[in-house]
């Protein structure tokens, strides 16, 4: 068959209102693009029908696959496991919730074209959030910039592409709290 060019990691928790609409925008874009694709979603131990609609959605579509914890270990442990994983050349990981829209991944391919090997998006706004909850954000990304001698990109998620060069080594990279 032919080799799986973009792979999506996606750790779901408790996200069963989320996953139908995911699924289908998603879908729709991943139609649209030049190589086979492959969703992996990694059920984080939801106690929702999360896990249910996953699976049907894997056994009724073969370019998805469902992995599912027996607890809930975390996000970023459900990221490394998806990514860990898959085989695209391209890896996508998004979060669930639609605070990422699926149709800026084929903005992030683009410059993955032009030879990027990491590709972020960033968030303009963050919807459907307090004012307390984005202080606390903003305020983040910049303390952690202050006392760190890594230059965080500002108001980043962990919606980004990363190059399978990159996913190879941070594959050999162990530690448990990714970010
Ligand atoms: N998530 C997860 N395990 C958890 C909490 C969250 O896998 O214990 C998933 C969640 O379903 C979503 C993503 O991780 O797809 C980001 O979670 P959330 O929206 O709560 O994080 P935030 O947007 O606040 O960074
Ligand atoms: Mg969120």
């Known amino acids: 068959p032919e080799k799986i060019k973009y792979s ?20 729709t874009v991943l139609d649209g693009m ?41 996000h970023q442990i459900a990221i490394t496991a998806g990514i860990n994983n898959s ?5 996508i990981t998004m979060d669930a919730d639609l605070q990422d829209p699926p149709e800026v991944i084929p903005d992030l391919v683009e410059k993955w074209k032009q030879d990027y090997e990491i590709v972020y998006a960033v968030r303009k706004k963050r919807k459907g959030e307090n004012f307390i909850k984005r202080g606390l954000a903003w305020l983040f990304y910049r303390f952690i910039n202050r006392i760190s001698s890594v230059d965080i990109p500002l108001d980043v998620g962990d919606f980004r592409l990363m190059d399978r060069k990159v996913v190879n080594v941070l594959k050999n990279l162990d530690e448990h709290y990714r970010f």
């Open 8 to 27: 999506v990691v996606i750790p779901v928790y408790n996200e069963e209102e989320n996953i139908p609409i995911l699924y289908e925008r998603l879908s």
């Open 34 to 74: 030049d190589g086979r694709s492959e969703i992996i979603f990694v059920d984080d131990g939801s106690s929702d029908k999360t896990w249910e609609l996953i699976e049907e959605i894997s056994s009724e579509d073969t370019g998805v696959r469902a992995i599912s914890f027996a607890r809930n270990f975390g």
């Open 87 to 91: 085989s695209g050349e391209a890896v």
